[in-house]
């Protein structure tokens, strides 16, 4: 069974949004979900993370277009895109991260070595 499953990317025209999905499964004690992209010729960047108790933080070129949330229940992180670009225009990864010692999002107390999984990607392209 694929441990992360990511959806929600598509052709979108610029000023549009997306939100894109990520589950998580057979995985606990998440600690960290988050997003990175990669555009063609570029390397893999930072968009967002969130904790398990809902602290989120933003690559500086979000300024404000995206939000990430995340259901602890459903181990699903989402990513809400507004306002989207043509330089949003990327292969959008899932990341999930587990780290020994610290309490996941579904309250599970993790203990192994320091694990994160990625998913296969999501394209994401906006038009002009």
């Known amino acids: 069974q694929v441990p992360l499953v990511e959806s929600g990317g598509g052709f979108v025209q610029a000023g549009g949004s997306l939100r894109l999905s990520c589950a998580a499964s057979?995985?606990?004690?998440?600690?960290?979900m988050g997003w990175y992209r990669q555009a063609p010729g570029k390397q893999r960047e930072f968009v967002a993370t969130?904790?398990?108790?809902?602290?989120?933080n933003y690559g500086d070129f979000v300024t404000g277009r995206f939000t990430i949330s995340r259901d602890n229940t459903k181990n699903t992180v989402f990513l809400q895109m507004n306002s989207l670009k043509p330089e949003d225009t990327a292969v959008y990864y899932c990341?999930?991260?587990?780290?020994?010692?610290?309490?996941?999002?579904?309250?599970?107390?993790?203990?192994?070595?320091?694990?994160?999984?990625w998913g296969q990607g999501t394209q994401v392209t906006v038009s002009t």
């Open positions: 057979n995985i606990f004690g998440i600690s960290v």
């Open positions: 969130i904790t398990g108790g809902g602290t989120a």
């Open positions: 990341n999930v991260a587990q780290e020994p010692g610290t309490y996941g999002g579904d309250g599970v107390y993790y203990t192994g070595p320091s694990r994160d999984y």
